[in-house]
């Protein structure tokens, strides 16, 4: 669903020559008070669905049950809605029916004060049932009538409340506020996609920092992540819960990775203090952690994997030994290396390690990007078993000290890879990794 200006107009004059109540209502409103390009041009009117698709020849029933049409205008597609007034809400997200009503009643339905204004562009007039102007102008995220009532109705707002104040840097008022506090974990019975969606409009730059903020204010990081584990005992004030995350990048991320880290930096902030955050990177930790996000979130395997091994990529790169020359050409092998050193980048920019221990991470990374860093490995499984060793545990182990012997320059040939295989299984002593 798209439409642009002219032809949400087209639309709406229609209409009135019909005889009907026409406005354009709701976010487009918004953000056209507010001087933002409004992204869609919704119509709100006093013609009943039947009656619209009378009216246009190419319509679409989206919403039937509430009302909603797409008419098919030019390159648009736009909405129109009859003025309704929803009914007793069952699930915490759906009215049980709705009917059709006025102006006034279809403003009230609606969430919030600044999403609840009509405009007439024939004459020019914004129309204010609920004093939506006014919190434009103040800046403010105010729930339409009482803020308990309306956020038991439909507990997705207190994530559309988050969106709309980190979008527009708006406040949300104070006892709409405390009822998304009071509300927060029943966000565990909006569906796991839906949450998601939200997350990965609002986890986008240029709104990340501000939206998680308001998240954990608002105490929606629990029901969010309601699989994660969270340490119980007070957290230390001085780790900000923000730190990391306001120094990622102002460019997209994998979602999977922002929801990844931005939990990661929560346990480590829950975490009782002196606690350290090299340790989040452990594999064990990271797999726990990006399981838990996953099934949170029900977000696929695939978007996880990569998330995880970016992750647990910088591990290595973080334990006390500085990393071998193996470590460091095997980091940059790995397909999520990229991402592993923004994340590195920001660590170092929260000052979340060693400053000394990153700028020699960084020298190093990159002089070992200038040498063939990822070679054919001199000898494989295959060779292996042509020399009848049999495949068992330590022949990955085998393969692996070979290959860390040939990254580091301590093997020249095809040979002497062979050589060391053969004198490591006959020790039977493997390197540890
Ligand atoms: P955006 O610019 O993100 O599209 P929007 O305000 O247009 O913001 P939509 O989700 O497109 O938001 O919804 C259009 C309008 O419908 C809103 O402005 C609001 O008036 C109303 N609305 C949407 N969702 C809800 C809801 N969950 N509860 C009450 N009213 C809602
Ligand atoms: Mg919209």
Redesign the pocket.
């Known amino acids: 669903k798209s439409s642009d200006r002219a032809d949400a107009t087209a639309v709406l004059l229609r209409l009135r020559d019909m005889g009907h109540i026409a406005y354009f209502?709701?976010?487009?409103v918004?953000?056209l008070l507010l001087g933002r390009e409004?992204?869609?041009w919704?119509i709100a009117t006093d013609a009943p669905p039947a009656r619209v698709r009378e009216i246009f020849p190419r319509t679409q029933a989206v919403g039937a049950a509430f009302g909603v049409i797409l008419v098919r205008q030019g390159k648009s597609q736009v909405e129109v809605a009859t003025f309704r007034t929803?009914g007793r809400y069952i699930d915490g997200?759906h009215p049980q029916g709705v009917t059709f009503s006025n102006p006034e009643e279809d403003a009230k339905?609606?969430?919030?004060t600044i999403?609840?204004l009509f405009l007439d562009p024939v004459n020019d007039l914004v129309i204010d049932y609920v004093g939506g102007q006014a919190d434009l102008a103040a800046k403010v995220i105010r729930a339409i009538g009482d803020p308990r009532h309306?956020f038991d109705?439909?507990y997705?707002?207190m994530l559309?409340a988050v969106?709309?104040a980190a979008?527009l840097n708006f406040e949300i008022e104070p006892a709409t506020a405390t009822a998304i506090q009071v509300h927060s974990a029943l966000l565990t019975r909006i569906s796991p996609e839906r949450i998601a969606d939200e997350l990965r409009?609002m986890l986008a730059p240029p709104t990340r920092v501000a939206a998680w903020r308001l998240m954990h204010v608002l105490g929606l990081l629990t029901p969010i992540f309601r699989f994660v584990e969270v340490p119980a005992g007070e957290p230390d004030d001085d780790r900000t819960i923000d730190r990391l995350f306001e120094k990622l990048p102002a460019e997209p991320l994998p979602f999977s990775l922002v929801i990844a880290t931005a939990a990661a930096q929560w346990l480590w902030w829950a975490s009782p203090a002196g606690s350290d955050i090299r340790r989040s990177f452990e594999k064990p930790v990271i797999a726990m952690l990006v399981g838990a996000v996953r099934k949170s979130l029900k977000l696929s395997n695939d978007e996880c994997d990569s998330a995880g091994q970016t992750l647990e990529g910088l591990h290595p790169l973080l334990a006390d030994d500085p990393p071998t020359v193996a470590i460091l050409k095997r980091f940059l092998a790995r397909p999520t290396a990229g991402l592993s050193r923004t994340l590195l980048a920001a660590l170092n920019e929260a000052n979340l390690i060693d400053e000394s221990r990153y700028s020699m991470l960084q020298q190093s990374l990159a002089e070992m990007e200038r040498t063939d860093f990822a070679p054919q490995p001199f000898i494989t499984g295959d060779d292996l078993t042509a020399t009848g060793m049999r495949p068992g545990p330590v022949f990955r182990q085998i393969l692996d000290a070979a290959y860390d012997a040939q990254l580091e320059g301590r093997l020249a040939s095809r040979d002497e890879a062979l050589r060391l295989a053969k004198e490591l299984e006959r020790t039977a002593v493997v390197l540890p990794r």
């Open positions: 209502a709701g976010g487009c918004r953000d409004p992204k869609d919704d929803d997200r339905r609606r969430d919030f999403n609840g309306r109705e439909d997705l707002r559309r969106r709309f979008r409009v």
